[in-house]
């Protein structure tokens, strides 16, 4: 497949008096891994959101494997929102139900298997993200926060997505915690053939998972290109971001890995 | 894009073989699970089957699923498949559980067990009811020391809340029903002559019961529902354990300034819909039997001694203080999940009409040989 599995073409988006995106293009092609990073209040969860169709741009195309996301009937809509897999920043797990009933829920709603297919499912998902069948009975109260994202990251496979979008994964977890859910998240990645998008400003993150960084500032893509690459661009908003003491630490750590 | 097929082969000398090929992804095997699964377990039982599934072009975990659950949680003697798809099956049987036994038969004790089971969880509610009591009392006590401490913007911001904001709708549900009760009263007292008896009639009536019960149903749903929630969210969010940590005590800060504005508001509620309710029937009064407005106001008094005012003003008084301590009650029992909070609101505001329409029973035998007036 040549074509692009995200295709953003001159995208506007305005919240009232304030633009967002300004002539914004973005393509992620397949099996890659990109690291959408920008400052607080650039826009990136807003056009996350806008790629998974829950909000509309106020003027530009997004096409979620070639095809837009709205249009063309309920089943077309509801068959494409099946071929991609969302983590929501807090996991957004359903709280009245427990952990295996959130993982089971997108299969139990295809209405298409039985009740032991689906728990083979599930244990298979849960093996996935190195939780116990045990933990299949906790409510999503009862979780740390690292849990938290497992399930939610097995929920988002359930329905074996080709494309995974992940907001803030690592946000609230603590370092240990978040290098274990990067690893996961890479080895799962390439094991399933996923094409993986997530917004981080984790630089820890970004420089293990990403094939590509997109930085995005000043209403739209600043640069897009492998990090090694991203940091060399010359400009304000880059030289702050990635070249502050910390952050060149986090990106020595990782060639030193 | 091919879905997945089986081609079986019968071969005499060494069994079947059994021939996979296409796409084993759940988008491809979802709209035919169920007779893929047939298919491939009665070729799954023949233990001599060679399965080929080099012809799979793509196979992902639903649809290894289902040929792992056809060969009977094993992998067979004779396979051929890609390495990347025998990775696949790995994965499964590492995480192979056999499903959950069977929950225990029923026994004959489970009657008894759940009956016993409701009656201690009403006991529990009981005493978690006469603990928050007993906690604004101890509150009373700590202000009467420390004046200070009394959380005069709280009070004054659900007096402003369940109050003021709650007298366009209790007068215009008041005024309604004052309407209605005159207009059904006069249908009957004219048959027999008595149209007078109207000012007696809505005057005892409203004043003594309607007025304090019908402000007290509303506001149990209005802000009874309103407080669950409130307390219920902010459990949900921690801000209940952050306000703690602040060594800011939570009855003090939450529950008490409720039923303070309450105990205030609904005395002042009652009067307000009473009023309206007594205008509304006034108006009907005077357009179905031509009693006229002054004879009206100017009957009342004679017709209704003072003391159902004070008996309304009392009952306001105490449905307020109950409807706001069972909202409290039950929001503060809210557990951190959706289910939980909706199903603690409902219990609020069903528990507080129930106990308001008790007090009222209790109210009207305790009052009985009260502000009834003398026989004519």
């Known amino acids: 497949m040549s074509e692009s599995v995200i295709s953003v073409r001159d995208l506007y988006t305005r919240f009232g008096e304030v633009w967002v995106h300004q002539g914004l293009n973005f393509e992620v092609a397949a099996g890659e891994l990109v690291a959408l990073v920008g400052g607080s209040g650039s826009g990136k969860t807003t056009l996350l959101r806008q790629m998974i169709g829950l909000l509309t741009p106020t003027r530009g195309e997004i096409r979620?494997?070639?095809?837009?996301?709205?249009?063309?009937?309920?089943?077309?809509?509801?068959?494409?929102?099946?071929?991609?897999?969302?983590?929501?920043?807090?996991?957004?797990?359903?709280?009245?139900?427990?952990?295996?009933?959130?993982?089971?829920?997108?299969?139990?709603?295809?209405?298409?298997?039985?009740?032991?297919?689906?728990?083979?499912l599930?244990?298979?998902?849960?093996?996935?993200?190195?939780?116990?069948?045990?933990?299949?009975?906790?409510?999503?109260?009862?979780?740390?926060?690292?849990?938290?994202?497992?399930?939610?990251?097995?929920?988002?496979?359930?329905?074996?997505?080709?494309?995974?979008?992940l907001d803030e994964p690592t946000s609230g977890l603590d370092p240990d915690r978040s290098d274990a859910f990067v690893r996961l998240t890479r080895t799962l990645g390439r094991e399933l053939g996923l094409t993986v998008l997530l917004v981080t400003h984790d630089l820890d993150t970004l420089a293990a998972l990403a094939t590509r960084v997109a930085v995005l500032a000043e209403h739209r893509i600043l640069a897009y290109d492998s990090i090694?690459?991203?940091?060399?661009?010359?400009?304000?908003?880059?030289?702050?971001?990635?070249?502050?003491?910390?952050?060149?630490?986090?990106?020595?750590?990782?060639h030193h890995r | 894009m091919p879905g997945p097929l089986i081609q079986v082969e019968q071969h005499p000398e060494v069994g079947c073989n059994v021939g996979l090929s296409g796409r084993w992804t759940l988008a491809a095997i979802a709209d035919e699970a169920a007779t893929l699964g047939r298919q491939l377990a009665e070729h799954g039982r023949d233990e001599d089957a060679t399965w080929d599934c080099l012809g799979i072009e793509a196979l992902d975990s639903a649809g290894a699923m289902l040929l792992w659950r056809a060969w009977g949680r094993a992998l067979p003697e004779l396979l051929?498949?890609?390495?990347?798809?025998?990775?696949?099956?790995?994965?499964?049987?590492?995480?192979?559980?056999?499903?959950?036994?069977?929950?225990?038969?029923?026994?004959?004790?489970?009657?008894?067990?759940?009956?016993?089971?409701?009656?201690?969880?009403?006991?529990?509610?009981?005493?978690?009811?006469?603990?928050?009591?007993?906690?604004?009392?101890?509150?009373?006590?700590?202000?009467?020391?420390?004046?200070?401490?009394?959380?005069?913007?709280?009070?004054?911001?659900?007096?402003?809340?369940?109050?003021?904001?709650?007298?366009?709708?209790?007068?215009?549900?008041?005024?309604?029903?004052?309407?209605?009760?005159?207009?059904?009263?006069a249908?009957?007292?004219?048959?027999?002559?008595?149209?007078?008896?109207?000012?007696?009639?809505?005057?005892?009536?409203?004043?003594?019961?309607?007025?304090?019960?019908?402000?007290?149903?509303?506001?149990?749903?209005?802000?009874g529902s309103a407080m669950t929630a409130q307390l219920g969210v902010m459990r949900v969010t921690e801000e209940i354990d952050a306000l703690a940590t602040m060594g800011v005590s939570r009855s003090l800060r939450l529950v008490f300034p409720k039923v303070v504005a309450l105990a205030i508001a609904m005395p002042l509620l009652t009067l307000w819909t009473t009023a309206i309710a007594l205008v509304g029937g006034m108006v009907s009064a005077q357009l179905q039997?031509?009693?006229?407005?002054?004879?009206?106001?100017?009957?009342?008094?004679?017709?209704?001694?003072?003391?159902?005012?004070?008996?309304?003003?009392?009952?306001?008084?105490?449905?307020?203080?109950?409807?706001?301590?069972?909202?409290?009650?039950?929001?503060?029992?809210?557990?951190?999940?959706?289910?939980?909070?909706?199903?603690?609101?409902?219990?609020?505001?069903?528990?507080?009409?129930?106990?308001?329409?008790?007090?009222?029973?209790?109210?009207?035998?305790?009052?009985?040989?009260?502000?009834?007036?003398?026989?004519?």
């Open chain 2, 80 to 185: 051929l498949a890609r390495p990347e798809h025998l990775r696949i099956f790995e994965r499964i049987d590492a995480a192979d559980h056999e499903p959950p036994p069977a929950p225990p038969p029923r026994s004959l004790l489970d009657p008894v067990i759940t009956v016993g089971a409701a009656a201690i969880g009403f006991w529990r509610q009981v005493v978690d009811f006469v603990a928050l009591l007993g906690q604004i009392v101890l509150d009373c006590l700590h202000l009467l020391r420390l004046p200070g401490d009394l959380p005069r913007r709280e009070i004054s911001a659900n007096l402003y809340k369940s109050g003021v904001r709650a007298m366009p709708v209790t007068a215009l549900v008041g005024f309604l029903i004052g309407i209605v009760l005159s207009y059904l009263s």
């Open chain 2, 187 to 223: 249908l009957q007292l004219r048959n027999f002559g008595a149209d007078v008896f109207i000012v007696n009639i809505l005057g005892m009536g409203i004043i003594r019961e309607l007025g304090p019960v019908l402000v007290a149903l509303l506001v149990a749903g209005r802000s």
């Open chain 1, 122 to 165: 599930v244990m298979l998902k849960l093996e996935m993200v190195e939780l116990l069948p045990r933990h299949g009975d906790l409510m999503p109260a009862e979780l740390s926060g690292g849990m938290v994202k497992r399930v939610a990251l097995a929920r988002a496979l359930a329905l074996e997505p080709e494309l995974l979008l």
């Open chain 1, 64 to 120: 979620i494997f070639g095809e837009p996301l709205f249009g063309g009937g309920v089943a077309r809509e509801r068959a494409l929102r099946r071929r991609f897999g969302v983590l929501f920043q807090h996991g957004a797990l359903f709280s009245a139900f427990s952990v295996f009933d959130n993982i089971a829920f997108p299969l139990r709603e295809l209405k298409r298997f039985d009740e032991g297919t689906i728990h083979d």
């Open chain 2, 289 to 376: 039997l031509d009693i006229s407005y002054g004879f009206f106001l100017q009957t009342l008094p004679r017709a209704v001694p003072a003391a159902n005012l004070w008996i309304g003003l009392a009952k306001g008084l105490v449905f307020g203080i109950l409807i706001a301590l069972v909202a409290c009650h039950f929001g503060l029992r809210v557990r951190p999940n959706t289910e939980s909070l909706s199903a603690n609101t409902t219990a609020s505001v069903v528990t507080a009409i129930t106990l308001v329409i008790i007090a009222d029973a209790i109210f009207a035998v305790a009052t009985r040989g009260i502000g009834l007036p003398r026989a004519i």
């Open chain 1, 228 to 254: 090694d690459k991203v940091i060399r661009v010359d400009h304000p908003f880059i030289r702050n971001f990635f070249l502050s003491e910390r952050s060149s630490r986090a990106l020595q750590n990782t």
